[in-house]
């Protein structure tokens, strides 16, 4: 099974009331690859998204945090704040030392395979894609594959279990 690291943005989708298209389709795109994808996948968040949800002017926290009871806890060690430290200088992240960044980093260092997030401007971007793989490889690490849950669809388990039913 491939990690994932569970991005905000993603849980925010699930969680979202927001009636507009966009934030129509993301909602159905991430509960759908919740219901059916996340067998599928080791699954991972770190303190700063539960420092996100957590925060009090967070709308729907207590909901968005359920979400995320079971998922397992990355650990935000000095070597990823170190890492989110220069994907910052470098220009990869925006500042300050939050956030994308810490997102990045814990999902790098620790050697997951996928970020899934809807955050298109700052990690689902293919033109930062480049610059986040020469700056990690450098430093001596392997970037994760940044998606969004429509593009993180294991086919072959969902084949597998229509064939089932």
Known sequence: MASVYLETSFISA???TRTDA???????????WWEIQRHNHDLFISAEVYD???????????EALRWIDDVPLIELTDEVLGLA????RERVMPSPVAGD??????????????ILSWNVRHLANARKMRHLQ???????????QIVTPDLL????NDDNERDAE
């Open 52 to 62: 996100e949800l957590s925060d009090p002017e967070y709308p729907r926290s207590a």
């Open 14 to 16: 699930c969680v979202s």
């Open 85 to 88: 430290r220069l994907l910052v």
């Open 101 to 114: 960044a810490v997102h990045v980093s814990a999902a790098t260092v620790h050697a997951l395979a996928y």
């Open 22 to 32: 966009a934030s129509t389709y993301r909602r159905q795109v991430s509960i759908e």
């Open 153 to 156: 669809w294991d086919v072959y």
């Open 134 to 144: 020469i700056i990690c490889r450098r430093a001596g690490y392997t970037p994760p």
